[in-house]
């Protein structure tokens, strides 16, 4: 049996996150989903944080947004801003996109699910 009372609880974690970092669960780092996300859709890490507007670079970017909200731990909105020079309003803008685009495109989730499970 595991002893919970002596895990860290962070305030605000949504419970699965909780459960996970229980569990023994890996913990990543912003960057280790960025690198992760460049790497599977061929894109700089200059790229992703950069204000272009290509698509194939903006869906990276918006999946690499989406996946750090779900992964790293206690990680803010405005923590995630600031590693792509980003306003808080437009990482959760990104986080909506993703949802969306998982929600109505098989293949889109295909796509996300690949980068999350190869991290």
């Known amino acids: 049996m595991k002893n919970y009372l002596s895990a860290q609880i962070f305030v605000g974690m949504p419970f699965a996150k909780q459960e996970a970092f229980l569990n023994g669960a890996k913990e990543y780092t912003a960057n280790d989903v960025v690198c992760s996300v460049c790497s599977f859709l061929n894109v700089s890490y200059e790229e992703i944080t950069s204000p272009q507007r290509k698509m194939h670079i903006k869906e990276a970017r918006h999946i690499a947004i989406y996946l750090i909200r779900e992964m790293v731990a206690g990680i803010t909105l405005q923590q995630i801003g600031k590693q792509f020079n ?4 437009t ?3 990104s986080i909506e996109v993703v949802k969306n685009g998982m929600t109505f495109d098989r293949k889109y989730k295909r796509k996300v699910e690949t980068i999350k499970s190869n991290l």
């Open 86 to 89: 980003r306003d808080h309003s």
């Open 91 to 93: 990482i959760l803008s």
